[in-house]
């Protein structure tokens, strides 16, 4: 049985989110973030030394990165679903996808949080990370130009991956400029799989 420490409003809920559109039965461990420090608890720490959030814990080992965690997932449980065969052409978008999704795509996230963190809003700091910010979303944007998804008319767990970027953009930025994403991220906020991530996994507050 596969065990997902959980934690609230983090991005443990891609982790959960996937493990419910895969149908896959999984035992849930809840963490909820300090009301103040936001971080999240010392318990995570019993789970993998890391101490962050989302850890899987399987029967070859407890692992964290949610990037690692649905490769993982995928390998041994999808049967062939939400990822390219490994001699499909969508393969190469699919893996930029995925890496994008926890590197270039969340490292001006990063930037814009710790900055406002640190009252640096409107610095020349804050300013960098906005056009790092706006790189990554416009090309998501011009990705999404006339298909449904991420790779065309299927959807996969890149969309799943991605939307952690559109959702904090959301938040911390707007997204109105950006309809191809605003119109994709409400695709999938609408799906079935995520709406019970929600009622199962407890309020999200990055989603529509």
């Known amino acids: 049985m596969l065990k997902l420490h959980h934690l609230n ?3 443990s809920s891609r982790v959960f989110w996937l493990l ?3 149908g896959l039965p999984f035992e849930v461990v809840f963490h909820e973030r300090h009301p103040e420090t936001r971080m999240g608890p010392p318990a995570l720490k019993a789970a993998h030394p890391i101490g962050k959030a989302p850890v899987l814990e399987t029967d070859d080992g407890a692992i964290v990165e ?6 993982f997932i995928l390998r041994r449980h999808g049967n062939g679903a939400l990822a390219p065969a490994n ?4 393969l190469l978008r699919y893996l930029e996808w995925m890496n994008i999704a926890v590197s270039i795509g969340t490292n001006p996230i990063m930037l ?19 056009a790092e910010f706006a790189g990554v979303l416009g090309f998501i944007e011009q990705s999404l130009e006339g298909r449904p998804y991420l790779l065309g008319d299927t959807f996969t767990a890149a969309d799943i991956q991605v939307s952690f970027v559109a959702e904090l953009a959301r ?8 309809p191809n994403m605003a119109a994709w991220l409400l695709r999938l906020h609408a799906r079935p799989a995520f709406r019970a991530t929600i009622e199962k996994g407890g309020d999200y507050a990055y989603a529509s």
């Open 171 to 178: 938040v911390l930025i707007g997204i109105d400029a950006y």
């Open 66 to 71: 949610s990037g690692a965690i649905i490769d």
């Open 9 to 11: 409003h983090s991005r």
């Open 87 to 90: 001699d499909s052409p969508d």
């Open 20 to 22: 419910e559109e895969l």
């Open 112 to 130: 814009k949080v710790y900055g406002l963190a640190a009252g640096l809003q409107g610095t020349e700091f804050d300013q960098r990370a906005d």
